[in-house]
């Protein structure tokens, strides 16, 4: 564990707030970017982030000094927003709109340039298509490929075998491989997908 971690866990498990402050300051961006590449919107993220760092501050006393506190953190993390994501599964069908709705803005604006609309194309196939995968799939994806674990941890992270982790992040790419394409390939456009 980080040196300054390992003494501020201590000092917070003595019952000193200002250190678990300490790690709160030094952590709560990463957990912020987790949250909000899994749940897509900044609302929910703040809110996993106040989850993450409540369960983190109660669970304290299990947490084991020779992991990292920022992987066991993460692991929180993870879950509160894997929790969000299936308590709202509704949503999913908002975050396709609200990608529309900035295309929209983007499009009505005659000055910008060809490939500005083509990225906010992109972003609003990305959107949709990570709006589209299970909850699993997505909570997986993010944990592979944008805080870069391994499908060990995500397995942990989520509550999964080692292999139904690789296969949910394999699902993953695959779905969004195939919303991409007609953007990547240049083809044309195939909605019955």
Not at 69 to 98: K, M, P, Q
Not at 101 to 114: M, V
Request: contains cysteine; neutral net charge.
């Amino acid at each position: 564990m980080d040196g300054s971690d390992a003494a501020e866990v201590a000092r917070a498990r003595a019952g000193d707030e200002g250190a678990f402050q300490g790690l709160v300051l030094r952590h709560a961006p990463a957990v912020y970017r987790l949250a909000y590449r899994m749940t897509g919107n900044a609302q929910d993220a703040e809110d996993v982030v106040q989850e993450a760092f409540l369960k983190a501050w109660k669970q304290l006393a299990t947490f084991e000094d020779r992991a990292r506190f920022g992987s066991w953190l993460h692991r929180i993390a993870a879950n509160c927003a894997y929790d969000a994501l299936r308590a709202r599964s509704v949503r999913r069908e908002g975050l396709a709109e609200s990608s529309d709705e900035a295309l929209a803005a983007l499009a009505a604006d005659a000055p910008l340039a060809d490939r500005l609309v083509a990225s906010s194309e992109m972003q609003r196939r990305l959107g949709a298509a990570m709006a589209r995968l299970s909850t699993v799939e997505r909570a997986a994806f993010v944990l592979r490929h944008f805080e870069e674990m391994s499908t060990r941890e995500i397995g942990v992270a989520l509550n999964l075998g080692e292999s139904a982790a690789k296969q949910s992040v394999f699902r993953a790419v695959r779905k969004l491989r195939e919303a991409l394409l007609p953007l990547v390939s240049g083809g044309a456009e195939v909605e019955s997908r």
